[in-house]
């Protein structure tokens, strides 16, 4: 018997080839030319970090119906210009979420990540919930214990709880997107609260559930983020290290495997001939090269890489098409 495709499904191709995605925002807020003109007046236009937020829907949906496999954004609760300079994705994690809900049609929607830690677990459950059942069952909660501790007492949490805070949060999730019989409740009981006082959270996922990808080691051992995530969320690495990553992922799921996902920084140059040299966290290349380094990286076993094309001088809509034209047919999405 068959079944509609998951969302972590449609980023995963059959024949070992990695899914391609991007990271909201669309923009060249890292770019050189963008770092010039800061340069010369720190204080001229918007801030380093801050997105033009302008043309964002227009080119989630130009990436949507291009083919990408999948848009993620990033949860920065607070803008910290002293110290991390990167206000993330801008809009509210969940609200623009469900406005991409709106305006996209095929790509799976994913969260890199929710810093759980710093939310009530039942209010993530219902938003991720909602947005699973808006978009169709597009959405993957990626989920982090967070990296910023000036954020922890500004949200009335101790950032070296956060660890104990983040398992926690992840059994609550569970528990409230479970389908229940016989007008049964949610069982929390660290929360006091029994399955007989009948309280439950609505709406239920599509799927039964909404697949959770841990990114990095969120304070956890890695046994335990095995059995408890449905992916790996990890950050890039090059080749040899990513190696010895991806078959330490392999060997912990080996009874049920499960995605290993990464993000990646491109900045992709108009020669496509143009080799490819390591940037912070990712890669300046051409086309030619982008291929080939992407088919080494599906052979270690990633199955989904996202792009974020912030270090990049080009406009966004070029690379896009770009991408789409010489990329993206060597790594096809689910069912294409």
Do not use: C
Not at 105 to 126: D, F, I, M, S
Not at 168 to 175: A, C, D, I, N, P
């Amino acid at each position: 018997m068959s079944h509609s495709p998951t969302a972590l499904d449609r980023l995963v191709n059959p024949a070992g080839l990695p899914t391609l995605g991007l990271e909201l925002p669309l923009d060249n807020d890292w770019g050189s030319t963008r770092l010039r003109a800061l340069a010369a007046d720190p204080y001229a236009g918007r801030p380093f970090g801050v997105a033009d937020l302008a043309r964002h829907a227009e080119l989630a949906r130009l990436a949507d119906q291009l083919g990408f496999a999948g848009l993620w954004v990033r949860d920065v609760p607070l803008y910290d210009p002293e110290h991390f300079g990167d206000a993330g994705s801008v809009f509210e994690t969940f609200t623009h979420l469900g406005h991409l809900a709106a305006v996209t049609e095929r790509a799976v929607l994913g969260t890199a990540a929710v810093v759980l830690p710093l939310r009530q677990p039942l209010l993530v459950a219902k938003a991720a919930a909602t947005v699973d059942v808006l978009s169709g069952g597009r959405f993957v909660l990626g989920l982090a214990s967070g990296d910023r501790p000036v954020e922890y007492p500004l949200f009335g949490e101790d950032f070296h709880a956060r660890g104990a805070a983040f398992r926690t949060g992840v059994e609550t999730l569970r528990e409230a997107w479970a389908a229940r019989s016989g007008g049964a409740g949610m069982s929390l009981p660290e929360l006091g609260l029994d399955a007989g006082r009948r309280l439950d959270v609505l709406p239920k996922p599509t799927g039964g559930t909404v697949p959770i990808a841990i990114a990095g080691h969120a304070q956890q051992s890695a046994e335990w983020i095995s059995e408890n995530a449905d992916a790996s969320l990890n950050y890039p690495r090059p080749l040899g290290a990513l190696k010895l990553k991806t078959r330490e992922w392999q060997e912990l799921t080996v009874a049920a495997p499960k995605p290993y996902l990464t993000p990646m920084q491109l900045d992709l140059t108009e020669d496509p001939a143009t080799p490819a040299s390591a940037i912070r966290l990712g890669l300046r290349t051409g086309g030619k090269a982008l291929v080939e380094h992407l088919r080494a990286m599906g052979e270690l076993g990633v199955a989904h890489v996202s792009f974020n094309l912030r270090p990049g001088d080009r406009p966004v809509d070029e690379v896009l098409q770009e991408l789409a034209e010489t990329v993206l047919p060597h790594f096809p999405s689910y069912g294409e």
